[in-house]
């Protein structure tokens, strides 16, 4: 395994976050809660792809005026794997949801719906803040007991579709663009025993609509694709939108645009330097 990485500060990491795009290559963000050291990664099997990916996160760091000059490091297979290990632990979201590491032993309250999950090289663990946002969303709504059906945009590790799975909602499908991350999603599914049709696809097409939709993507992304994402949503009692992956400065802007196609907030969650929305069709 290869990381390229740059260690910037916070708000510029965002920055960075926010516009990347470049050469297919998927940007992630590093926080050490205890130093608050900040860093902008990117990892790939192929150590020949490691100089355009380097050469992707300079440019995009000149975009916004910084000069940066990422590091390359070359990890054996088994260090890899210690290596996210050991930063994913079990995560109580509430006293009805928790997730835990395929690895780690752990024993529910009473009542309680755990998600095992290896995310592998997937984005989505639970830990990252719009994740958690989502799942308190997902935990919410599965609370007013209506059986519902679920798409799941941008799936990741397939965390958010399994734990609404079961949780009780039905049917659930779910996509991402990535073929790497659907094959570790369905992989998650069949280990939670949860019935989730995964497969490839993209934000830019409307979908089979839904009763619930979740997109955990990015602010940018969720503007320019509102129209799509709309019409996703099915138009049924109880409906409901949520969007996260939204840095909170530019929250206002997603609310709108998706204010012009008819969907009002019900209610937000901040978490660090994110914000996630629960919408309804007004």
């Known amino acids: 395994m290869t990381r390229i ?57 000149k975009a916004i005026g910084l000069d940066l000059h990422p590091q390359i490091d070359v990890f054996p297979d088994e260090d890899w794997s210690l290596a996210y290990r050991k930063w994913f632990h ?16 752990y024993t529910p309250a009473p009542g309680q719906t755990v998600v095992s999950l290896d995310p592998g090289l997937a984005f989505g663990t639970g830990r990252h803040e719009t994740t958690r946002s989502c799942l308190k969303f ?3 709504l599965a609370a007013e007991g209506v059986r519902r059906s679920v798409l799941d945009m941008g799936t990741g590790s397939g965390i958010l579709a399994i734990a609404a799975r079961k949780l009780g909602f039905a049917p659930v499908r779910a996509f991402d ?31 089979p609509p839904a009763d619930i ?29 949520v969007l996260s992956g939204i840095l909170t400065s530019i929250y206002p802007e997603v609310a ?27």
């Open 213 to 241: 939709v979740l997109a955990n993507i990015l602010g940018p992304v969720l503007i320019e694709h509102a129209a799509s994402v709309c019409a996703s949503v099915a138009g049924t009692p109880g409906s409901a939108l």
């Open 256 to 282: 709108a645009a998706y204010a012009a196609h008819g969907f009002r907030q019900e209610s937000e969650i901040t978490d660090g330097e994110w914000t996630s929305g629960l919408f309804r069709q007004a």
């Open 138 to 140: 997902i935990d919410a």
């Open 5 to 61: 990485s740059c260690p910037v500060d916070g708000q510029n990491a965002d920055a960075l976050f926010e516009l990347f795009g470049e050469g297919g290559f998927c940007l992630s963000t590093w926080r050490d809660a205890e130093t608050g050291e900040c860093a902008v990664q990117i990892f790939t099997p192929d150590p020949a792809e490691a100089p355009r990916a380097a050469e992707a996160i300079s440019s995009a760091g």
């Open 90 to 105: 079990v995560d109580e979201i509430s006293p009805r949801l928790a997730v835990r590491p395929a690895w780690e032993d």
């Open 177 to 207: 663009f990535d073929p790497v991350a659907v094959d570790v999603a369905r992989e998650n599914a069949a280990a939670n025993g949860a019935d989730v049709e995964f497969y490839e696809d993209s934000i830019e097409r409307p979908q």
